[in-house]
């Protein structure tokens, strides 16, 4: 199922997309619930509803619907660094012996088409295209062969980076880098696991202004998002909506020579094969 969060004269609803439009879910049957970690939260059960009632409602046109992110109030939005070697190289880090996890705010959560906005205090802001988990399970000491029941499904993600204030502050303050308001663009839907095979092996794709930056496929992940689902679920309970920004490929534009970093006007699209395409423009602060 293909599964988006829709803004509505009644606030955000879940929806389902399919060929003719997106299907509202909770206005196709009244016993599903408004937002989606109410409805991963209820399990397979209303999962089952929720796929009953995508195909027996009526379609919303896409050109009609404004998208919010898939989860539009996650509880946390957890991230990864340095998990494609490729990355790791020429960020000139060593591939970490474990996961480097930091976060995000939910404010800087972004949905599709919605502008990235460039902080005035900063003049290094960078894109990475990531794979993003969304858990549905509450877990904690969640076994790794057990890790791929928690996770609800996968959406497109951009980790959205100021390079200046996460790697020349003091201490490297990766989760002031990266957490500025708008700096976690999020969607276009979220697609559940049902629908990919595991390993995962997904194309991943970013494109600034229609040129491609980074190509690169999740099988090169160093940690797999089952590795990363156990390895976090050791400190804090994983609620489901929550998500899991998995880590960029090679190619971002601190990397490159000279470097290149975004300005107002850019258009920044993330494409994973089997999910979507997330496009965002930027602007300035006002
Ligand atoms: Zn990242």
Redesign the pocket.
């Known amino acids: 199922m293909r599964l988006a969060t829709i803004h509505t004269k009644r606030g955000p609803r879940i929806a389902a997309l399919r060929k003719d439009g997106y299907v509202d879910l909770q206005a196709a049957d009244g016993r599903l619930p408004s937002t989606m970690r109410q409805l991963l939260a209820g399990g397979p059960e209303l999962l089952t509803l929720a796929e009953q009632a995508a195909h027996r409602g009526d379609p919303i046109p896409a050109e009609e619907v404004v998208l919010l992110p898939p989860v539009h109030d996650p509880e946390k939005i957890i ?3 340095a998990n494609y070697a490729d990355h790791a190289a020429e960020s000139g880090v060593p591939v970490p012996p474990e996961p480097i996890i930091f976060c995000k705010f939910l404010t800087a959560l972004c949905a599709p088409e919605q502008p990235v906005v460039l902080p005035r205090v900063s003049n290094e802001v960078d894109y ?1 295209a ?1 794979l993003v988990v969304v858990i549905g399970r509450t877990g904690r000491y969640i076994p790794r062969e057990k890790a791929h029941e928690y996770i609800a499904g996968y959406t497109c993600g951009n ?1 959205v ?1 100021a390079r200046d204030w996460q790697l020349r502050k003091p201490g490297n303050q990766w989760l002031l880098g ?1 957490s500025f308001d708008t700096f976690a663009p999020c969607g276009p839907v979220l697609v559940t696991r049902d629908e990919f095979t595991h390993p995962l092996r997904l194309p991943l794709e970013l494109r600034l202004n229609g040129t491609v930056m980074q190509h690169s496929n999740t099988e090169q992940m160093v940690f797999s998002v089952e590795d990363l689902v156990s390895y976090v679920s050791q400190v804090f309970t994983l609620k489901p909506g929550d998500l899991l ?1 998995t ?2 490929p090679a190619g971002v534009g601190m990397a490159r020579k000279p470097p290149v970093f975004l300005k107002p006007g850019d258009w920044v699209e993330v494409e994973i094969g089997q999910i979507g395409v997330l496009r965002n423009p930027v602007v300035a602060e006002k």
Do not use: A, I, R, W
């Open positions: 991230c990864v660094g990475e990531e980790d980076s990266k920004f880590g960029t």
